[in-house]
């Protein structure tokens, strides 16, 4: 059971980030620069569904082997052991709590942000219709490379944030972050 929910998380997330990728990559090849959201927010529904999940998934698998039977006499034992329906309870779980969560999850996909030769374009949360920023508009645009205060090493993370004229916003938080490439890292120190 502990397998299927490490599959589940693992191929879920993997599905979910995937999905951001090419649906970010698929508005052109004239993009100098993707910043894509923080991989943390693709855990939630991989996370919470393989808690619910895992215990519906095994009981399946187990009666597609072909020992149909003894699922059900195990699942019969369980909720007997424990007093109550189990997998009632975790079903109701997954609509109550993981559902809403995937549902959410699934209307981050579009979020993007991409820096362009001519300008920035931000596609936001839901499908909401991307918004574009000309660069004559961004009053400062600065690289914050990071790095760990007590080890003094720098990190592959880094932060950019870029300020607009008054009145037209700045970029949401979720989408300043980015990993850089390998290449472009500084010396280690």
Same mark, same amino acid.
């Given at each position: 059971m502990?397998a ?8 879920t ?18 993009t ?8 943390a ?7 919470f ?29 369980s909720?007997? #052991? %424990?007093?109550?329906?189990?997998? /009632?309870i975790l079903?109701?779980m997954? !609509? @109550?709590i993981? *559902? ?6 699934f ?42 205060? #007590? %080890?003094?090493?720098?990190?592959? /993370? ?5 300020? !607009? @004229?008054?009145? *037209? ?6 989408i300043?972050?980015?990993t ?10």
């Amino acid at each position: 059971m502990i397998a299927v929910a490490v599959v589940f998380a693992w191929t879920t997330h993997h599905l979910l980030v995937s999905l951001n990728r090419y649906l970010g990559t698929s508005d052109g090849p004239e993009t100098s620069l993707r910043l894509w959201p923080q991989t943390a927010i693709w855990w939630f529904f991989p996370g919470f569904g393989a808690v619910v999940l895992c215990w519906e998934i095994t009981l399946k698998l187990w009666s597609a082997l072909g020992q149909g039977d003894t699922a059900r006499s195990y699942r019969l034992w369980s909720d007997g #052991r %424990t007093g109550f329906d189990c997998t /009632r309870i975790l079903r109701w779980m997954a !609509l @109550v709590i993981a *559902l809403p969560i995937g549902v959410f999850t699934f209307l981050a996909l579009p979020m993007q942000t991409e820096l362009r030769h001519q300008d920035i374009r931000v596609c936001g949360y839901a499908w909401a219709g991307c918004k574009t920023f000309a660069y004559s508009k961004a009053v400062r645009m600065t690289l914050i490379k990071s790095g760990h205060a #007590r %080890t003094r090493r720098r990190h592959s /993370r880094a932060c950019v944030f870029i300020c !607009l @004229v008054r009145n *037209l916003g700045r970029l949401p938080s979720y989408i300043r972050s980015f990993t850089l490439p390998a290449k472009n890292r500084g010396p280690r120190q």
